[in-house]
């Protein structure tokens, strides 16, 4: 059995997950890896994005975690099948199907946002379609959003970005918030729509829930970047004091 359950993204965003997760189930054992060195992932190749999905996996394998929540998008939608082919031993789960799930099936203007790698594999149009066929789905890629909210970008104002991708979205009944980052700006955003937003936490929660056995132990953060850093980061969005490891996945495998 796994030793605890690993979760993976570029930085922020998985930390949302990780947040519910360890919030809803406070005993079990949670360890994230934020890939902050090679954040953002939304402008990579799928190969530049399977090299980075393979370090994250043998890093886990490492330390004997076999089962693994993609709290990402974009690896969810571009390498999570080559990895599951690559790593039969490893019990691997998308974000995106857990998402999708919370659509309502009587949702008819369903506007999708994501990162240019999620848009362009179309994965949220074909999964919200079959699920509802009289669904009307328009996926626009947002690929200034990661940076900002990363802090890459602080001399660019959020809602100005905002009104520029969502300006003209009149009549959508339901947003889909389709790259884990983007509930940091949910405030923000619901500013701009009346639509139902549906995000990446509560499909995440009962993907646990749903698990026949969750492993218990003591949960770690782990940051590619710069553990101070993240530390500030978290303390200032999440108003929580997490311990954050360093961890150099190039070295590391
Ligand atoms: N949070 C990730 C996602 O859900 C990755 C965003 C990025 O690094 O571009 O897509």
């Known amino acids: 059995m796994t030793t605890s359950i690993g979760i993976i993204d570029s930085g922020l965003g998985g930390f ?3 947040q519910a997760l360890k919030t809803r189930f406070p ?3 949670f360890v994230f890896v934020a890939d902050q060195k090679k954040s953002p992932y939304g402008d990579k190749t799928k190969e530049e994005l399977l090299v980075i999905g393979r370090r994250l996996l043998d890093f886990f394998l490492e330390k004997n975690i076999t089962e693994v929540l993609f709290a990402c998008n974009t690896l969810s939608s571009m390498v999570l099948e080559l990895l599951r082919q690559e790593y039969p031993m490893m019990t691997l789960h998308g974000v995106i199907e857990l998402t999708v799930s919370k659509v309502s099936s009587k949702a008819k203007k369903v506007l999708v946002l994501g990162t240019q ?5 179309h994965v949220y149009s074909k999964l919200i379609t079959e699920k509802n066929k009289n669904a009307w789905v328009e996926e626009i890629a947002t690929p200034k959003l990661v940076p900002l909210i990363e802090g890459m970008a602080d001399d660019i104002d959020v809602d100005e970005v905002l009104e520029g991708y969502l300006r003209k979205k009149s009549g959508v009944d339901t ?3 389709g790259c884990t980052h ?3 700006l949910e405030r923000n955003i619901k500013t701009f729509t009346d639509a139902r937003i549906v995000n990446s936490i509560d499909g995440s929660i009962e993907l646990i829930e749903s698990l026949e056995s969750i492993p218990t132990g003591k949960c770690r953060v782990f940051t590619t970047l710069n553990q101070e850093r993240f530390q500030e980061q978290i303390r200032k969005i999440f108003d929580v004091n997490e311990e954050v490891e360093l961890i150099d996945l190039e070295e590391s495998v």
Do not use: G
């Open 16 to 18: 949302t997950i990780y």
């Open 27 to 29: 005993q079990a054992s």
């Open 117 to 121: 790698a999620t848009i362009s594999q």
């Open 175 to 177: 947003m889909v918030l």
């Open 182 to 184: 983007y509930p940091l």
